[in-house]
């Protein structure tokens, strides 16, 4: 169980700083009404509060990365294999499976994949479309926020690192 002060990686929203851990009354159980829930903080989303079951089998929670998984993290990025499927629902699924795994991994392989299909892309004059730019903006807001927590740097600094990384391999 998380203390207050901890930071989490919690589903698609990012970096939470639990805010405290109480019972609340959900009146919705009709053995006990009263679950011991997180009050959650995003920490990119100000003002924004989020109550997650202690006991969540839909979302997942986990710790923000060490310094030391994020570092290894970054420098595997170029190395990564892709998630390319030409499928555009296959593909949907795919990244809708990746993104709710709570996988940093799997995360950074949807960040790779679209930003080279973006690069491709780019060089026959085209944009992406806006699933893949849905999903690679989440991705990204999510996988860069919590490297840059246990890293030191801003979100950019992280974002800049991550993608010099993906082209000198690429």
């Not at 053995?31 to 006991?55: D, M, N, Q």
């Not at 595997?76 to 699924?93: H, P, S, V």
């Not at 990244?95 to 790779?112: D, F």
Request: charged share 30%.
């Amino acid at each position: 169980m998380y203390q207050k002060g901890d930071y989490v990686v919690y589903g698609t929203k990012g970096v939470c700083l639990v805010e405290d851990v109480m019972a609340i009354d959900w009146g919705s159980d009709c053995i006990s009404s009263e679950k011991l829930c997180y009050k959650l903080s995003p920490r990119f989303v100000k003002g924004s509060t989020i109550y997650a079951p202690v006991e969540n089998e839909k979302t997942v929670i986990r710790s923000v990365m060490s310094g030391e998984e994020a570092q290894a993290l970054l420098n595997r990025a170029g190395g990564l294999e892709t998630l390319w499927i030409k499928d555009e629902k296959e593909r949907e699924m795919s990244y809708r499976r990746a993104l709710l795994s709570g996988s940093s991994t799997e995360w950074s392989r949807i960040i790779k994949t679209l930003y080279l299909r973006k690069r491709e892309r780019q060089k026959s004059g085209k944009h992406m479309t806006c699933i893949d730019e849905r999903y690679l903006h989440i991705a990204e807001s999510i996988l860069f926020g919590e490297m840059s927590l246990p890293l030191h740097l801003t979100v950019k600094e992280v974002e800049e690192e991550y993608f010099r990384k993906v082209n000198e391999e690429n």
